[in-house]
């Protein structure tokens, strides 16, 4: 049971990014290939300060999403500039820098070595130490980043975006500032691909370099695609069912030594399936030209 729900647990940590992600990729068109970035900052924040400074979890939960977002405003005031493949190496780029720093800055993050014994959270002295509890935790940031998601995409802002996706050249023509939207749009995902990082920081209370490399981005990248890109709910179904059919796939009887192989196989020529019969997802209703 308690296996059941660390799966679950992982599964709502992934939705937040998934969600955080889909609105820079799927609504507003952007290729951004290094999201784990910001996760990265947003954990290392939170830890940094729960250990070295004492300072509760909830507080080094918002100031690392805020450090996360502070980062989106650095990496995405020159990265909007540019568009298409360029966009996409220049996140990428972003990934491979901010991996860096936590693998180089030993007297800061350790390197290789981690931060163990991160603190949990605890509500009103109570420490949230049973796997139920961080799930009902991981659940309430979930409803709060799907509220404002959808509050997003339904408003004025979110038809902005949708008109970047679609044709950027036209919505400029119509006197919008598309470079303001879209710096915006990288702020907001870093913000919850922050929370995001600090929730799993604070779960496994432990965190090292290896948790946030390139191809953890393309690993939330392909949550997105495969839920479906512009679509929340798209989000949710991708996050779910790429956490949990890898975990489906262990129970298959198979030997160990082709074990781990085989379910990389299976896993990833169900994607080459899905990509083939539909390339917007399963939920999608965008795909890239």
Not at 251 to 276: D, E, H, K, N, T
Request: aromatic fraction near 10%.
């Amino acid at each position: 049971m308690e296996y059941l729900l660390h799966i679950l647990a992982i599964s709502g940590i992934y939705i937040v990014l998934t969600l955080s992600l889909n609105l820079i990729v799927g609504f507003t068109g952007l290729p951004a290939l290094g999201h784990a970035a910001f996760s990265c900052i947003g954990a290392y924040t939170s830890s940094l300060l729960a250990l070295n400074c004492g300072m509760s979890p909830w507080f080094g939960l918002i100031i690392g999403a805020c450090v996360a977002a502070l980062s989106g405003i650095i990496i995405g005031y020159p990265a909007v500039r540019i568009k298409g493949d360029y966009l996409a190496l220049a996140t990428f780029g972003l990934g491979i820098i901010i991996y860096s720093i936590a693998k180089n800055w030993i007297s800061l993050t350790r390197g290789p070595l981690g931060l163990p014994g991160i603190p949990g959270f605890s509500i009103f002295n109570f420490q949230l130490s049973s796997i139920l509890a961080y799930l009902l935790l991981v659940l309430a940031f979930v409803w709060i980043t799907i509220v404002v998601m959808n509050r997003i995409v339904n408003s004025p802002f979110g038809r902005i975006l949708r008109s970047i996706r679609e044709d950027e050249i036209a919505s400029e023509t119509l006197g919008k500032n598309t470079t303001k939207h879209k710096l915006l749009v990288f702020i907001i995902g870093a913000f919850f691909a922050g929370i995001a990082g600090s929730l799993y920081a604070h779960y496994i209370t432990f965190i090292d370099p290896s948790s946030f490399t390139v191809t953890e981005s393309i690993t939330i990248l392909l949550m997105v695609i495969f839920g479906g890109m512009g679509s929340i709910s798209g989000s949710i179904v991708g996050a779910v069912v790429l956490v949990v059919l890898p975990e489906l796939l262990r129970f298959l009887g198979m030997p160990s030594s082709i074990a781990a192989p085989m379910r990389q196989m299976i896993y990833g020529l169900l994607l080459v399936i899905l990509m083939l019969k539909r390339p917007q997802g399963i939920m999608g209703v965008y795909r890239f030209k």
